[in-house]
């Protein structure tokens, strides 16, 4: 079957540390990966994507790559900001694009 | 495009009262999805409409639960005789036709049972 395991948080980092969270994934086929961000009050946007094996997804300084060979998506960033501060949800989305899977999110704390 | 929109953004119902939820997904996208999200948890997934079809119902979705897509436009789905396990955001999300694509979310439909 399908699904989506992130670490669990909360994640508490300072203001310019490095950022990992973990995602790992089972899937049947060839999925779709995805980071999505949720901010206090707001609905889910994506923060970046990858369709395939080694594809490398980036934005706002967000990073991660697909390996398939870990089925794993770790999300990374080089130097978080207090704006950063989010819920961030894994997910997959099978070949035939039905539906997505999400992780249960990891919340991210920055302080300054 | 003002993006996928949800209607009300918060509902607040007595048990064994019906409510219904509007979504309006961005235009021309083809695919439309229902998911609930629960406090601490992520989306789970409720329903997939291609076009006006009702493609996949997952088996959260009691028999309480109706969704529906008329003219493959905006979508509604109906919960009656709601419960307090019922409480919870409901999300729609609409992508295009084509592969490889991510989903686009409202911000949701926040659901109190009481």
């Known amino acids: 079957g399908n699904s989506v395991t992130q670490m669990e948080g909360p994640v508490t980092l300072s203001e310019e540390a490095f950022l990992t969270i973990n995602c790992t994934y089972t899937?049947?086929?060839?999925?779709?990966l995805f980071w999505y961000v949720q901010y206090p009050g707001e609905g889910l946007q994506l923060l970046l994507k990858?369709?395939?094996?080694?594809d490398k997804g980036s934005n706002k300084g967000f990073e991660a790559t697909y390996r398939k060979e870990t089925t794993s998506f770790h999300l990374e960033k080089g130097s978080v900001q207090v704006s950063d501060s989010a819920v961030y949800f894994c997910?997959?989305?099978?070949?035939?694009?039905?539906?997505?899977?999400f992780g249960s999110g990891t919340k991210l704390n920055v302080k300054p | 495009d003002t993006g996928v929109s949800q209607d009300p953004r918060h509902k607040i119902t007595k048990r064994g009262q019906n409510v219904t939820f509007r979504c309006d997904p961005i235009?021309?996208?083809?695919?439309l999805y229902w998911y609930r999200q629960t406090l601490g948890q992520g989306p789970e997934f409720l329903t997939y409409?291609?076009?006006?079809?009702?493609?996949?119902k997952s088996r959260l979705l009691s028999d309480r639960f109706s969704a529906e897509r008329p003219k493959g436009s905006f979508s509604t789905l109906e919960i009656q005789r709601t419960e307090q396990g019922d409480s919870a955001m409901y999300l729609c999300a609409s992508s295009p036709d084509r592969g490889n694509t991510e989903a686009f979310f409202g911000q949701g439909t926040r659901l109190t049972v009481v």
């Open positions: 997910a997959l989305s099978p070949y035939n694009f039905n539906k997505f899977y």
């Open positions: 235009s021309e996208h083809n695919r």
């Open positions: 409409f291609q076009n006006e079809a009702q493609l996949e």
């Open positions: 990858a369709t395939k094996a080694d």
């Open positions: 899937a049947t086929g060839y999925p779709s």
